[in-house]
């Protein structure tokens, strides 16, 4: 054991992982050399690959992979059997306490239960029906090993969020207000397709704040009314030229 653990705090250090998950026992062991296999590493990777690669085989799917519910099911079930051993095994040497504490783990694994339970649901019903669960599949292949520059980059993404959540609310609300404003004021005076609902207003809106084709959306207005542009100019002046760079 000895030998074994001074090899493992070795890996750890290589692999730049915390000593808080560390087996602390000769029978934690066993489950965490299997889940630190290199083999079992490409099994969970070609696992959730597979869970992901069904979207083309279930409803609505690509003609040519359109494959029974029976079988897109039985496969769905086999890939979140692989990925429900790893959580057990982790379960074996970590135990409850640290996976709990976990967030990754903890996300893993609810995300995993429902999974289960709609798969088994669909097998018994032998039909499809709308399953938003399938959107959280990216979730175990961002959580495999082969991942994790994948994971700090997300890690980043969402720490650098908190200081700017308040800017990114103010500016939505101003693009929300323009929006309203736009759809009230050429709804029904101005023959084009950019602001004939409210969605219709937000997307121009938001098009116009990125400036990507932002003429196709000014244009049809200013082409009406030469005075239509000042509503456009002081929502550029506001969103782009002030809350932009703030």
């Known amino acids: 054991m000895n030998y074994h653990e001074a090899a493992i705090y070795l890996e750890e250090g290589q692999n730049n992982e915390k000593f808080d ?4 026992s000769p029978e934690e062991l066993p489950a965490y050399l299997r889940v630190h296999n290199p083999w079992y590493h490409g099994l969970d990777l070609l696992a959730s690959l ?24 039985t496969v769905e079930l086999l890939a979140l059997a692989v990925i429900g051993i790893e959580l057990q095994l982790k379960l074996k ?36 029906h709308f399953r938003a669960s399938r959107a959280l599949r990216p979730i175990f292949l961002v959580d495999t090993r082969h991942c994790g520059g994948v994971r700090r980059f997300i890690r980043q993404i969402l720490q650098s969020l908190p200081p700017i959540i308040d800017m990114l609310g103010l500016l939505m609300f101003f693009v929300a207000t323009y929006s309203l404003l736009g759809y009230y004021l050429f709804s ?38 030469k005075w239509y542009a000042v509503f456009f100019i002081l929502y550029i002046i506001t969103v782009l030229y002030v809350l932009m760079n703030l």
């Open 21 to 24: 998950s560390h087996p602390s």
């Open 50 to 73: 597979v869970l992901i690669l069904l979207a083309f085989s279930e409803d609505p799917a690509v003609p040519a992979f359109k494959l029974p519910v029976w079988a897109h099911g």
């Open 93 to 128: 040497w970590i135990g409850w306490g640290t996976i709990l504490k976990h967030k990754r783990t903890m996300i893993k694994g609810i995300t995993l239960l429902l999974m289960v339970l709609e798969a088994v649901v669909v097998l018994c019903r032998q039909s499809a």
């Open 188 to 225: 029904e005076h101005v023959d084009n397709g950019h602001f004939q609902t409210i969605s219709d207003s937000f997307v121009s809106m938001f098009v116009l704040l990125t400036t990507a084709n932002f003429p196709d959306v000014m244009m049809p207005s200013y082409a009406k009314s």
